[in-house]
């Protein structure tokens, strides 16, 4: 059963460590999200990738946070340093994109900082 | 960005129809009418999208006005587990997948 694997699935941490959590897209999905979820914001948009490529990270704050896709099993989403403002739930989704196909969401990450 | 309006929240009595409506004036002739649902805790779940014609999969059915301002999401027997928010998209297709708010629908026993 294909499935997006993002780990870990929960993590608390001190302000200032840097905090990098992963995503394992479905095999042969080329498009990845990554989306930040709170009660006040909602699911807010990050970043997403296309064939490894970052087509739009508008929604990271550039100072902190970096998303990268070392491999096309692999995205990862970093933030340093961390802040307690960050604490969340980080959702990864993959899709097969430039079409019409579902994307597939992980568990989620769900980040508190202290 | 692309928006959608739903109301906040509704209520429908198990095993009966629910209707979801969502507005998207702005929709563009190219983009898709995607919903998608988020049961507490969990990610999002995809359930149904369509471009113009009406649309029925296992899950549910969408209901797409002529001029596609507008469109209709049918559980047609809601049982409990349909409880969650639900969000309504218009997107070219896995382009920005931007979520709004949604409508919070709960299923009374």
């Known amino acids: 059963d294909a499935r997006v694997t993002q780990t870990p699935r929960d993590k608390v941490t001190e302000m200032g460590q840097e905090v990098t959590m992963r995503c394992q897209p479905i095999?042969?999905?080329?498009?990845v999200f990554w989306y930040r979820q709170t009660m006040m914001q909602g699911l807010e948009l990050l970043a997403y990738f296309r064939n490894r490529a970052p087509l739009d990270d508008s929604g990271m704050p550039k100072d902190r946070f970096s998303a990268e896709m070392p491999d096309a099993t692999l995205a990862t989403l970093k933030i340093q340093p961390s802040e307690p403002r960050d604490s969340a739930v980080y959702f990864c989704?993959?899709?097969?994109?430039?079409?019409?196909?579902?994307?597939?969401f992980g568990q989620g990450t769900r980040l508190t900082v202290v | 960005d692309a928006k959608t309006t739903q109301p906040p929240s509704m209520d429908c009595a198990e095993g009966r129809a629910a209707n979801l409506p969502c507005n998207h004036s702005t929709i563009s002739g190219n983009e898709y009418v995607y919903w998608y649902r988020q049961i507490h805790s969990q990610g999002p779940q995809y359930i149904i999208h369509?471009?113009?014609n009406n649309e029925t999969n296992e899950m549910a059915s969408l209901i797409i006005t002529e001029d596609r301002k507008s469109s209709t999401l049918i559980l047609p027997h809601a049982t409990l587990r349909d409880t969650a928010v639900y969000y309504c998209?218009?997107?070219?297709?896995?382009?920005?997948?931007?979520f709004g708010t949604g409508t919070r629908l709960t299923i009374i026993p």
């Open positions: 998209i218009h997107d070219p297709g896995n382009e920005k997948l931007t």
């Open positions: 369509g471009l113009k």
């Open positions: 095999l042969g999905h080329n498009t």
């Open positions: 989704a993959s899709g097969e994109g430039f079409g019409t196909t579902e994307a597939f």
